[in-house]
């Protein structure tokens, strides 16, 4: 798939979050407030922020596939981890103010009324929430891009947030009938209380994912494994390797590393070499840059140069002895 289609994807299934929760935002609201449920309308609150989280992370993808430009070298891929940072501290707004409302209804309840339309509204949230984050999940998976990760995590979170809620309007509306005279509404407001708590703790995870990747934290080790054993296969044409470095932005990587081959091959034997590695990196990575500096492997052997050295002793005694002449 080019780099137009994955885009192309990227933003209709971005488009699909929006006009989900734009629906849900009114359904859920309507009825919390018909119902008088702050648990409810605290799930109409938290999909208005995963609205708002929806448009910036329709934004963002279509910013973050814009080719590099001269104000912007290495492209504008880093806008989906902003995205990221962004959705999570929106929910950590939107999970203080349903901890506020849930808190005022327990000093001052209210009756909750029509607690089975509140259970049908959580139901069909719950529903609709699982098929769009799916579609999420599988789409900012396939094309590695962190607001569509984060977004469908904000939609997952809100299935288990729904489902709570759906369970204690269901134990009011069981409470009812199975103990006519006691009051327990006071679940509503606790129920809201744990989905604020629930919410915190997923907007903590993208916040200090965005935050690494804003921070150029190295790829993940089974990467930079990958990188280091496909080096470690190109013996004897490459002798050492060293100053491996690697970061991600977005869907991107950037990877930049030193490797020595032997002293006497030519500068157009070197490019060569130089160009099969990164055709070889683009191919196991799609989206790559990577910046390659090739030194002669002449004897002199510096610390960081015999720290990634391929070369067995009796090779690398060879190597100093014809360096020194």
Not at 132 to 152: C, E, I, M, Y
Not at 248 to 265: C, N, P, W, Y
Request: overall charge neutral; proline content about 3%.
């Amino acid at each position: 798939m080019d780099d137009l289609a994955i885009q192309k994807q990227k933003a209709k299934v971005a488009s699909l979050s929006i006009i989900s929760n734009s629906v849900l935002v009114v359904f859920k609201a309507v009825i919390g407030i018909l119902i008088g449920s702050v648990s409810v309308f605290s799930e109409a609150i938290h999909s208005g922020m995963d609205l708002i989280a929806a448009v910036i992370a329709f934004l963002a993808v279509r910013i973050s596939g814009r080719q590099a430009d001269e104000g912007h070298p290495f492209g504008h891929a880093k806008v989906e981890d902003i995205s990221a940072l962004a959705e999570a501290l929106l929910i950590f707004v939107a999970a203080g103010w349903i901890i506020y409302e849930a808190i005022h209804k327990l000093i001052v309840p209210r009756p909750l009324e029509m607690p089975a339309l509140g259970v049908m509204v959580m139901f069909i949230s719950s529903a609709a929430n699982f098929m769009v984050s799916q579609r999420l999940f599988h789409v900012g998976k396939q094309t590695d891009s962190p607001a569509l990760l984060a977004n469908g995590w904000h939609l997952r979170t809100d299935v288990y947030t729904s489902l709570g809620v759906m369970v204690g309007l269901g134990l009011i509306l069981l409470g009812r009938y199975v103990f006519p005279g006691v009051n327990i509404s006071w679940i509503d407001p606790v129920m809201a209380i744990t989905v604020a708590v629930m919410i915190l703790r997923a907007a903590y995870h993208l916040a200090s994912s965005a935050v690494q990747d804003l921070l150029d934290k190295s790829t993940s080790s089974e990467e930079k494994a990958w990188i280091q054993n496909y080096l470690y296969n190109l013996y004897p044409t490459v002798r050492s390797f060293h100053k491996l470095r690697t970061r991600k932005a977005g869907d991107a990587r950037f990877v930049d590393l030193h490797i020595a081959v032997h002293a006497q091959m030519t500068v157009s034997d070197s490019h060569h070499v130089a160009d099969q590695i990164m055709a070889d990196f683009r191919t196991h990575f799609p989206h790559i840059d990577v910046i390659l500096h090739i030194e002669p492997c002449d004897g002199s052997c510096s610390s960081a140069c015999t720290s990634g050295c391929l070369l067995s002793a009796e090779e690398r005694t060879e190597a100093v002895t014809k360096g020194s002449k």
